[in-house]
């Protein structure tokens, strides 16, 4: 089971921080993704981590804002979101990688969390 959390309102420019805990099963050696599912739009992906976490992927409407990171010891995957706008809100929604390295289509995920939902404020 994934269990995302952290989501919630903030001001265009601010900052949230996501996380996606997994509980019965591991996860240390899978990739971990966040994919994000804007109102009226379909579900896209937002950024992936290798399973040792040496290798991330993100977005292009992401890149250099948000940051993926996880703490196998802890079962759980991180993304911070920094410089936010409208545009990011979303139901942020993680997800178990097939393989040790993932990329961004969802047939390369299997278990997904419940989803999170972050409303950026103009």
């Known amino acids: 089971q994934l269990q995302a959390s952290g989501g919630g309102l903030v001001q265009a420019g601010g900052s949230l921080r996501l996380s996606c805990a997994a509980s019965?099963?591991?996860?240390?050696?899978?990739?971990m993704g966040w994919f994000r599912q804007a109102p009226g739009k379909e579900r896209e992906f937002a950024a992936a981590?290798?399973?040792?976490?040496?290798?991330?992927l993100y977005a292009d409407s992401v890149k250099g804002r948000f940051t993926i990171s996880r703490d196998n010891a802890k079962s759980t995957v991180y993304l911070q979101m920094n410089s936010l706008t409208p545009e990011d809100t979303a139901v942020y929604y993680c997800a178990v990688g097939l393989r040790s390295y993932s990329g961004k289509a969802e047939a390369d995920y299997r278990y997904w969390g419940q989803g999170t939902l972050v409303t950026v404020s103009s």
């Open positions: 981590i290798s399973w040792r976490g040496d290798s991330t």
């Open positions: 019965g099963r591991t996860i240390s050696n899978n990739a």
